[in-house]
């Protein structure tokens, strides 16, 4: 019974602090107030990155102050809310938010509280996956990504590559930033760099602290197939922040995407969180995005979508211009297989042996460039040759050209090898089969056995000729 007791008094004592805590919550003394607008004021004028407006809105703000504008004010959470709404009447900066903080609570120090304060952090990794919110492939080909968030790349990058490589299967694709409210500019930069081939200059970043501009270009390697001739459509709102009007404005400007919605937000100026007191914290914008194109940013306007439409007719509408132009793609992938296919056949057509060589390699690359072909289109073709038409030279030619395209697969260098040996080049073909036998080693590749037992062969071969 003392143990219960004592249980009920300690209760007891925690509700009355409670509402101790939350009583003198209510209670914002003009003195409290004034301090707030304080040092508010000298956080935005040490740091905000447009000092003039800083001491206007600073001045805005006592002058506020000494109206009895903030007189109403009885407790944090509304007075971080009218603190914010002044700020944004001077300023215009969506960025710039003051916040009430959440009371601290002490974490458990047990190894049961330790465990399940991890586990909720990683259950709430997983249930947001990042911002990679849903992934579906819809009628003719259209693949449509929910994008809810640019997540930090040393968090997300796996997950976006791969994301990445099944959007890379579609003729057209659609991705969807109607709820994304940001994130990281790095991530920002690399999915923008799936969807450029050359070096282009994205964004600028320049910060008031140091005097220093930070460049955003595309990244030549990212870890999937890039899509730089994929349709693209964005899809924007008025819930489209920062990174994600980044994004769309990158898009845009570089005339890579239609974009389909909305005006979004117009919040382009990044920047951080600071505290101006226990209760109170305020995200202060400290620099300011500079397109390289248009010489400025969305700040205050928001990125145009070039397809306006009302809110619920978005999606529809996206997913028709994009069906559109997926069967287009289709259309003129095609036409390109056939002009490409043709060239490729008159260069067999009129082989001549030593002279046609770089010609045949040239036309093969330029289809496996266009992502027409493939490693074991090579391959059937020059088999096709060597058996059935009957035209090894021709055969040897073509599979030549596999290993050049495709130097990392074993399989290349083993038909490569048989044919060498049809040619009647044992050593050279010995070469190429020891070459198969290396990279699948390396590659740790299933079909190893198979690879050894072909150069045992070969090495038989030569010795019995010997």
């Not at 809310?81 to 944004?88: D, R, S």
């Amino acid at each position: 019974m003392e143990k219960i007791y004592s249980k009920y008094i300690s209760i007891m004592l925690f509700v009355m602090l409670t509402q101790t805590l939350i009583g003198q919550e209510m209670i914002l003394t003009n003195e409290y107030k004034k301090d707030v607008i304080e040092k508010l004021s000298v956080l935005m004028q040490d740091f905000y990155i447009y000092p003039d407006i800083a001491k206007k809105t600073s001045e805005y703000l006592n002058n506020q102050y000494n109206a009895g504008y903030f007189d109403a004010c009885k407790d944090n959470q509304r007075f971080a809310a009218i603190l914010t709404e002044v700020v944004h009447s001077v300023n215009k900066d969506k960025h710039m938010r003051i916040m009430s903080n959440q009371p601290y609570i002490a974490q458990n120090n047990t190894l049961e509280g330790k465990s399940a304060h991890r586990m909720g952090q990683i259950d709430n990794y997983r249930s947001i996956n990042h911002g990679f919110k849903a992934l579906k492939m819809l009628e003719g080909n259209v693949a449509y990504l929910d994008l809810r968030m640019f997540a930090p790349m040393d968090r997300a990058k796996e997950i976006a590559d791969a994301y990445m490589k099944l959007m890379s299967l579609a003729d057209a694709v659609i991705i969807d930033l109607t709820k994304n409210g940001g994130g990281d500019p790095a991530m920002v930069q690399y999915l923008c760099s799936y969807f450029f081939a050359q070096k282009l200059h994205l964004n600028s970043l320049y910060y008031r602290e140091g005097d220093r501009t930070e460049e955003f270009w595309t990244l030549a390697e990212v870890g999937g197939s890039k899509m730089i001739d994929i349709p693209l459509f964005v899809m924007i709102g008025e819930e489209t922040f920062s990174g994600a009007e980044e994004f769309s404005y990158n898009m845009q400007t570089q005339r890579r995407a239609t974009l389909i919605g909305q005006t979004s937000a117009g919040a382009a100026n990044p920047g951080g969180t600071r505290g101006i007191n226990d209760q109170l914290s305020v995200f202060i914008p400290t620099g300011r995005a500079i397109n390289p194109i248009t010489k400025t940013s969305w700040e205050g306007i928001g990125v145009q979508p070039g397809i306006i439409t009302k809110k619920e007719e978005t999606y529809d509408l996206a997913l028709k211009e994009a069906q559109k132009a997926a069967d287009l793609f289709r259309k003129n992938k095609l036409e390109t297989y056939f002009q490409l296919q043709r060239k490729l056949n008159q260069s067999l057509e009129n082989f001549k042996k030593g002279a046609s060589e770089n010609e045949i390699s040239s036309c093969i690359k330029n289809l496996v460039d266009s992502k027409l072909f493939g490693e074991w289109d090579i391959n059937n073709l020059g088999y096709e040759y060597m058996t059935k038409l009957n035209k090894p030279e021709i055969g040897l030619c073509i599979l030549k050209s596999n290993t050049i395209h495709f130097p990392e697969s074993p399989n290349v260098f083993d038909s490569y090898g048989e044919a060498l040996k049809i040619n009647g080049d044992l050593q050279a073909s010995l070469e190429s089969y020891q070459k198969a036998v290396d990279i699948a080693i390396k590659n740790n590749d299933e079909n190893l056995t198979y690879y050894k037992e072909a150069l045992q062969k070969i090495k038989d071969e030569i010795k019995a000729d010997e």
